[in-house]
């Protein structure tokens, strides 16, 4: 697994970021993501105000965002919290980003089924693009992150960039995608494997056949 990221100096985090606060936007799509939860059940939405911060800091650094401690301490103060509280949330679930990353995060899985099915190619893509694990690339372009399991087992290996899920990946393939978000470019997510559109066999569907060009009533055959 990638090495601990390497959180920047506090007195510097905190002359950068000690005065967060809501854009106009964000303080609007905050308000409604409170105003889903009951009165005194506020503290439920440190989970999307977390996830609101980290893009908030995207959008002004370039990248894909993090949380400095004075942005998780705002979301606390903003829902009546403890920093505590706010900081366990952020710091069990791995989509918050603790450290400064590149504009592409890239995460790549390296659970048994994606390493049978070729991560380690995949990782051998990233790495010749000037990639290493735990750290960002010198034009802050990439960050690079070998992750557990994220459920796209029938379509391994597979990465997450950014928000986007990249499937049924092979060196040549994750070099494309690479080399298009190098240059401004917008890959197509999903499967990259032509001969699927999901995750269906490569052959085609095998069950519900029926189902396929339009809705079909198989409660007749039961």
């Known amino acids: 697994m990638a090495d601990a990221p390497a959180i920047p100096d506090e007195a510097q985090v905190r002359a950068r970021w000690g005065d967060f606060a809501w854009t106009k936007a964000n303080a609007a799509k905050a308000a409604e993501i409170i105003a889903r939860y009951p009165a005194g059940r506020q503290r439920s ?8 911060a980290q893009r908030q800091v995207g959008a002004e650094t370039q990248t894909q ?43 790549v899985c390296g659970t048994t089924p994606c390493l049978l099915r070729g991560s380690d190619d995949v990782m051998a893509a990233c790495k010749n693009r000037g990639m290493a694990k735990g750290k960002t690339t010198p ?43 190098a240059a401004g470019e917008t890959p197509k997510p999903g499967s990259q494997n032509p001969n699927r559109h999901t995750s269906e066999p490569e052959g085609g569907p095998t069950t519900l056949i029926e189902m396929v060009s339009a809705n079909h009533d198989y409660r007749k055959s039961w």
């Not at 939405?45 to 609101?52: G, W």
């Not at 606390?76 to 919290?81: C, G, N």
């Open 65 to 107: 965002g993090w949380l400095p401690v004075p942005v998780i301490e705002y979301v606390a103060a903003s829902l009546d919290m403890s920093f505590m509280r706010a900081y366990e949330v952020a710091t069990f679930y791995t989509m918050y980003n603790l450290a400064p990353v590149g504009r592409f995060h890239v995460q």
């Open 139 to 181: 034009d802050g372009l990439f960050t690079l992150t070998e992750v557990e399991c994220m459920g796209n087992c029938a379509n391994a290996p597979m990465v997450q960039i950014n928000d986007d899920n990249y499937e049924d990946l092979d060196y040549d393939s994750m070099t494309r995608i690479l080399e298009a978000l």
């Open 45 to 52: 939405a440190v989970m999307p105000l977390l996830d609101l």
